[in-house]
């Protein structure tokens, strides 16, 4: 029995040369120029008084202990719980203790959380400028081309993603429109960005738009955050852990592993 009729379409050589390899290029060296625009960009990191350090380490110091709980014993747990949990609710290590209870500021008016607003700015400008260029010049010269046949069979689903601008339902799902293809190297060059540029690189637009959600990773405290809340919470999380020593009972694992 004949199998399905193999669908052909007659294409240019060339469109590899004027077409594929170009928009590749042009995207790996928009990739290393986004690396070091944001190099640029960045701001100095404003140097951290003693006080702030212990507030946003004690609080980590907390979450630490809930999360490997378990590598210590039940007494090492209970030691250090009691401390941490004192301190929290006495308010030591707060960085303004006399400010506890008293509403938080304006984040607008604290310099430290204005400049963290120009950093995601400029963040954003030297990831947005780039894609909004580089899409229209595509879209201008080189919309509506069919570049390329994948080798290897693929669903319907992935039609609208490898056919963007190409407005033909029955177009076998393997061929690659010249928009698509710049999606797919819009998400598919880490690998390249880390050998060109090493594994800490600004060059990889899924790791941009994943530090734009969460442009508060590097910090404990959000800005207008109050630490006398977290600290707070961070208690009711230590209270109701319930301790589980990995080394209870080793003995008879062993044991019973070895007969």
Sequence with gaps: MAGPPVQTIPRDPALFYWILFPITVVMILTGVLRHYATILLATTPKKQSLPELREQRSLARGMNLR???????????????????????????LKDPENRGKPQGNPMTDPAAMEGMMGMMKGNMAMMIPQTLIMGWINAFFAGFVIM????????RFKSMLQSGVMTRDLDVRWVSSLSWYFLNLFGL??????????DNAANQMAQ???????????MFQPGQDPDK???????????????????GVEDRILTNAK
Excluded at 149 to 156: D, E, G, I, R, Y
Excluded at 190 to 199: M, W, Y
Excluded at 209 to 218: K, R, W
């Design 209 to 219: 738009q994943m530090a734009q959600m969460n442009p508060g990773a590097n910090n």
């Design 230 to 248: 977290a600290f707070l919470a961070e208690v009711e999380n230590l209270e109701v852990i319930e301790h589980e020593y990995i080394l209870d």
């Design 149 to 156: 046949k994948l080798p290897f069979p693929l669903t319907l």
């Design 67 to 93: 999360n490997n709980s378990s590598v210590i014993s039940r007494a090492a747990f209970n030691i250090r719980k009691d401390y941490l949990v004192q301190n929290y609710k006495d308010g030591t290590f």
């Design 190 to 199: 880490q690998s390249v960005f880390i050998f060109i540029l090493g594994d």
